[in-house]
């Protein structure tokens, strides 16, 4: 069974720091790239940041220099660290297994003003 499962979710003024991470299990890690991915309420979801097997990232220009996806192949863990947060960052933030369908149940971020 495949799950993923997000944390570090929470309140955080504005220019604080957050570090989520995503526990994944029930598929070979290793071998997907992984993607974090957010929804602001009444938008569209959008990608935020993705990680290949190997490391190499890629990132929303949004968030180009104040995030920072990275990956632990041995603990199943993909996390975001996300620094200099601005209220437009308020959202619920997924983890994702590129194209396979599967998602967590997500972290909410708030950012205060």
């Known amino acids: 069974q495949v799950r993923l499962v997000e944390s570090g979710g929470g309140l955080v003024q504005t220019g604080g720091s957050l570090r989520l991470s995503c526990a994944a299990s029930?598929?070979?890690?290793?071998?997907?790239?992984m993607n974090w991915y957010r929804q602001a309420p009444g938008k569209q979801r959008e990608l935020v940041a993705g990680i290949s097997s190997g490391g190499g990232t890629n990132y929303a220009d949004t968030v180009k220099g104040r995030f920072t996806i990275s990956r632990d192949n041995a603990k199943n863990a993909v996390y975001l660290q996300m620094n200099s947060l601005k209220p437009e960052d308020t959202a619920v933030y997924y983890c994702n297994a590129d194209a396979s369908g599967w998602w967590g149940q997500g972290t909410q971020v708030t950012v205060s003003s």
């Open positions: 029930g598929f070979t890690f290793s071998t997907y790239y």
